[in-house]
């Protein structure tokens, strides 16, 4: 379950990664959110969520991350999305932008989760 673990952890940055550029180029279009964009970042969070699932499974199991801070990044790629959306709701942003630039952020998160999380 620990590669699986690691295995996820990797698909979620480079999801990520490449949702926040698809996202950029949507700003930098003008466009506004498309289905398609709306489902993969209900994809990515749902992502999230079965990779906090499978952390909590390790953690039922006897395994720990090297850092606690891991809980932390951990958590908080499943919730900006959330907080993004309730932030901008009444906001004069770019929608694309906002939600390109808070995936990108989420990929970092998922990078440090890994840094701190050690061989588990």
Not at 54 to 81: Q, W
Not at 93 to 100: C, E, N, V
Not at 114 to 119: N, R, V
Request: hydrophobic share 60%; net charge positive; no cysteine.
């Amino acid at each position: 379950m620990v590669e699986l673990h690691q295995t996820v952890a990797r698909a979620l940055v480079l999801y990520f990664a490449i949702v926040g550029v698809w996202g950029l180029f949507l700003a930098w279009r003008k466009a506004g959110l498309s289905p398609a964009y709306r489902g993969a970042l209900v994809i990515g969070v749902a992502l999230g969520v079965v990779q906090a699932l499978l952390g909590v499974g390790l953690v039922l199991g006897g395994l720990r991350p090297a850092d606690n801070l891991h809980f932390l990044y951990g958590a908080s790629v499943i919730l900006t999305l959330p907080l993004v959306m309730s932030y901008i709701v009444d906001k004069k942003i770019s929608r694309p932008l906002a939600f390109g630039l808070a995936s990108l952020f989420m990929a970092g998160l998922a990078i440090r989760a890994i840094t701190t999380g050690g061989s588990l």
